[in-house]
């Protein structure tokens, strides 16, 4: 007999209207060594239009963090709807302080060889990072 528990998974066309691959919480079942999402359809569009944006930020997120690339990490940060009581240079100092607190774990930031030196500074292209925050 399967097991019913929400649970956060790719989203593989469960939640219509919002990325394939985002992650999203769902109710799925488990049954032996299968996981099989339960389609939940459609989000109102006001819900849609505020998980979308999170979709979009942590997809940034995500890349990022893959890719060392600081100026999508700050870009990711300013577009977050919690920090947009925030300043924009408290918000690339966080970003600094986020980043060496986890050097360890996110090496890919501080790679000199892998980082153009603006980056490396600390220098982002303000006007960039403010569009997507307005957005």
Do not use: W, Y
């Not at 649970?7 to 939640?15: R, Y």
């Not at 999203?24 to 488990?30: G, I, M, R, Y």
Request: include cysteine; charge should be negative.
């Amino acid at each position: 007999m399967p097991t019913i528990q929400p649970v956060a998974v790719a989203n593989t066309g469960q939640v219509t209207g919002l990325p394939t691959g985002s992650v999203v919480e769902t109710l799925a079942s488990f049954s032996h060594n299968i996981l099989a999402p339960h389609s939940s359809g459609p989000l109102p569009e006001s819900i849609r239009a505020l998980v979308e944006k999170h979709c979009l930020i942590q997809d940034l997120t995500v890349a990022a963090a893959l890719t060392g690339d600081r100026e999508k990490a700050l870009q990711a940060m300013v577009a977050d709807p919690l920090n947009s009581l925030l300043d924009f240079r408290d918000i690339s100092h966080l970003l600094d302080d986020l980043l060496e607190a986890n050097r360890e774990l996110l090496p890919q930031f501080f790679d000199e060889a892998s980082c153009p030196a603006s980056l490396l500074e600390g220098k982002v292209d303000r006007d960039v990072v403010l569009s997507v925050h307005a957005a």
